[in-house]
């Protein structure tokens, strides 16, 4: 017979190596619930036109393209609403490979026409994110891997220096290896008619748009540099076959740390990449006289500058334009020409997860036609985030 102890240590090899052979078990996963929720309360004086309607989407927040131009100004009108209250749902888990694996869903309740200012005010949950990461990739809707996150200035508004900057979420699938990230995303063509008229929203691409973009450091200067390539495709005399062009764009973005303070500023510019800037002020493309695409140059730039004045209280100045080089033989004189805005807000956060914020802004729109019309906005905002 063996010894005791030598029984009891063959045993307890035979269980540990048992267990090593038992093929591992995923992890349960780590959930997280967090978002916030914020009240907005504005004026608006327009200036060059009648209000829009309650219900209309540039009363929920600043677009460009909606500015009103010409004709006569309108008495200043009051909103309220808590529409850009916002949740995320996180959930992280370890794989039974041993990989990490993690997701986000995030919903608000902007832009969806379902709703009414008469009784309830009541709105539909909107999608923004949903996407998961997993080593290198991540697959979802999430930003644009074209955009520049970091330069996006602090804003009462919902987005703030809008007119010149790159926004946009979109399905897409995504690799990144340091600084250096490429992406495949959903293509979507928006086009001018022949001599001007409503805009023209295909879904006839064929090719996903192609983005490409690297991220790095210097000294206090954080810097992004990022490419587009997209095909332009639209079945413009409804035969079956598509024409099409081809679009690019590219984008240049920094934020400098200035001590407590910060420079933020970015120029994009490009053919072809409309909806991309400024919340699609700009058509990507107009039809021409043989029924072809074109496609239409454009240009955006935005510059902030935030102060922090103490532990509670900071300022941020922000100016924001976007233009368009277009051949109104093609595209008509009743298009959009520029938008720009400049605003100012003071921040006031007693607490790290509450701030009350308020912000003046100037903003104008001007056709290809030369008529004109300004937009002015006194805003307030309370938020708190958990």
Known sequence: ????????????????????????????????????????????????????ASGFIGRQFYIPSTTPVGGNGDDIVSDFHARQSRFFFDVSQVLDNGEAITARIELDFMTVPVGDERITNSYSPRLRQAYFTYGNWLVGQAWSNFQNLTILPESVDFIG???GIIFARQPQLRYTQGGFSVSLENPETTVTPFGGGSRITSSDGIMPDLTAKYVGITGAVTYSIAGLVRQLAYDTDNNGDDETTAGYGISLGAKWQLGKHDLRASFQTGSGFGRYLGLNTFNSAVIDANGDLEAIDASGVTLAYRHVWND??????VFSRGWADKDTHLTGVNTTKFTQRLGANVMYSPVKNLTFGAELSRATRELESGTDGDMTRLQFMALYSF
Not at 5 to 29: E, F, I, Q, R
Not at 312 to 317: A, F, I, K, P
Request: charged share 15%; glycine share 6%; net charge negative.
């Open 1 to 52: 017979m063996l010894p005791k102890t030598l029984t009891k240590t063959l045993l307890a090899s035979a269980v540990l190596g048992g267990l090593a052979m038992t093929p591992a078990h995923a992890a349960d996963p780590q959930w997280n619930f967090s978002g916030y929720i914020k009240l907005d309360a504005f004026m608006s004086d327009y200036q060059d036109g009648n209000a829009p």
């Open 161 to 163: 220096a809008t007119d």
């Open 312 to 317: 509670t209280t900071r300022s941020n100045l």
